[in-house]
């Protein structure tokens, strides 16, 4: 064989040889994922990591709640040139966003009070002074729902935690599932009910101080004096109930529900509720 011809086919061997190990190389770094290489996926772990990005997505989206004590006039809307709202018009609207509250439909007590306000002059007014603590409220209300479908108790917690308004307070509080209203229910003498249906609220007033309720108050929250009670009167499942609602320090508790005066209702008290459970809330 001519010495030409010899080294052209070493050549081409050459060639042939860097060809493969160039698609080896390829394969290697970028391996094509066949139908049977996704049969072996674990479909758990893909789940898994959407829920997550949905749920971290969601989170990125919620109010931060540090900054709750922290809301101002700027987030009011309504026109300055606007009809001023009067202590009469405050009252209507007030009672007919509350009523949606006492529902459990917190974005159409918002939706409501924010159309309601929009063409009235509402940072001049005096009015808004009565209602102010209760608007501020629904922003926060409005994101129970959806904490609720997530499961997020802890966030839920902290939102609640931060609400001003009595009433939004305990309707906020009975909105969470019985074994989660636990850390903010304050004596193991209360009610804690499990219902069905909604929130019909018949009075909130400031309880009066000869309430033998106030020595119990006194004694619990002496070192966070002075201190407000509000008992709120209202019914579910018809039956007849009071709630006091503590102010102490800027912050609200829920330190007892209880049936009103001659009725015994069928909700257990959280003591009742441990015995029969063999729960520890306290």
Request: aromatic share 10%; proline share 3%.
């Amino acid at each position: 064989m001519k010495k030409s011809t010899i080294i052209l086919c070493g050549i081409i061997i050459l060639a042939i040889l860097v060809v493969s190990i160039s698609f080896m190389i390829k394969t290697i770094k970028n391996p094509e994922v066949t139908k049977e290489d996704l049969d072996l996926i674990d479909d758990s772990r893909v789940v898994d990591n959407v829920e997550e990005k949905e749920k971290n997505d969601f989170n990125d989206g919620l109010t931060d709640f540090s900054e709750v004590d922290k809301m101002d006039g700027e987030v009011v809307t309504g026109k300055s040139d606007g009809r001023l709202l009067s202590l009469e018009n405050a009252k209507e609207i007030e009672s007919v966003s509350r009523q949606y509250v006492s529902n459990f439909e917190f974005t159409e007590a918002e939706q409501y009070m924010t159309n309601r306000l929009s063409d009235l002059n509402v940072l001049d007014s005096d009015a808004f002074e009565g209602i102010k603590k209760y608007y501020y409220d629904l922003p926060f209300l409005c994101q129970l729902p959806e904490l609720k479908e997530y499961e997020d108790t802890e966030t839920m917690l902290n939102l609640i935690e931060g609400l001003k308004d009595e009433e939004n307070y305990l309707i906020a509080s009975l909105y969470l599932e019985r074994p989660d209203r636990l850390i903010l229910v304050k004596t193991p003498e209360s009610l804690n009910p499990v219902f069905y249906g909604t929130i019909d609220v018949k009075s909130v007033e400031e309880a009066d101080r000869s309430d033998s309720i106030y020595k119990e108050v006194d004694f619990f929250y002496k070192d966070k004096a002075p201190f407000k009670v509000t008992k709120i009167s209202f019914e579910i499942e018809k039956n007849p109930l009071k709630a006091y609602i503590v102010n102490a320090n800027n912050k609200l508790d829920l330190y007892k529900i209880m049936d009103e005066d001659g009725y015994e209702s069928v909700y257990y008290t959280i003591d009742e509720w441990n015995k029969i459970s063999g729960e520890d809330g306290y």
